[in-house]
């Protein structure tokens, strides 16, 4: 998911270039506004940490733009694309190492495993917006 950071600094397009030259395969993508309820059950699992309210704060501040990717090692390939979730520490070159400079403005939720992903794509999409398509280019990656 792209944060509402992305679409205000106009970088909607540069982040999915890097997710699509990997070789990744884009089934699923909407621009939404995200409720406080639909926050607060995407991240439930940090509902006691301090920067719960703060987390939920910034992804309700403005659209994001939803995305649902396949390839193989799908979840493993973009967090490494992403980079560190703490920017002093993303890499060069990485998303987040790139385009971000403070935590509680991260660039991009990556979600950590495949069950993750999985409550992720049900919470944001219905069945019917996810589009499985041929992709003849696959060998090439």
């Not at 409720?35 to 995407?42: N, P, R, T, V, Y």
């Not at 990485?94 to 495949?114: E, K, P």
């Amino acid at each position: 998911m792209l944060k509402p950071g992305v679409l205000n600094r106009r970088l909607v397009g540069e982040v999915i270039s890097r997710l699509e030259k990997k070789g990744l395969k884009l089934v699923g993508l909407k621009m939404m506004n995200i409720s406080q309820d639909l926050a607060e059950k995407h991240y439930a699992e940090h509902k006691e940490k301090p920067f719960f309210g703060e987390l939920v704060s910034y992804i309700t501040s403005g659209p994001v733009v939803a995305m649902v990717w396949q390839g193989d090692d799908c979840v493993t390939l973009v967090r490494k694309l992403c980079g560190a979730t703490k920017p002093s520490e993303a890499a060069p070159g990485t998303i987040r190492g790139d385009f971000c400079m403070h935590t509680s403005l991260n660039v991009i939720h990556a979600s950590d495993s495949d069950a993750s992903a999985d409550r992720e794509i049900n919470l944001f999409f219905k069945p019917e917006e996810i589009i499985d398509w041929e992709d003849s280019t696959t060998k090439y990656f």
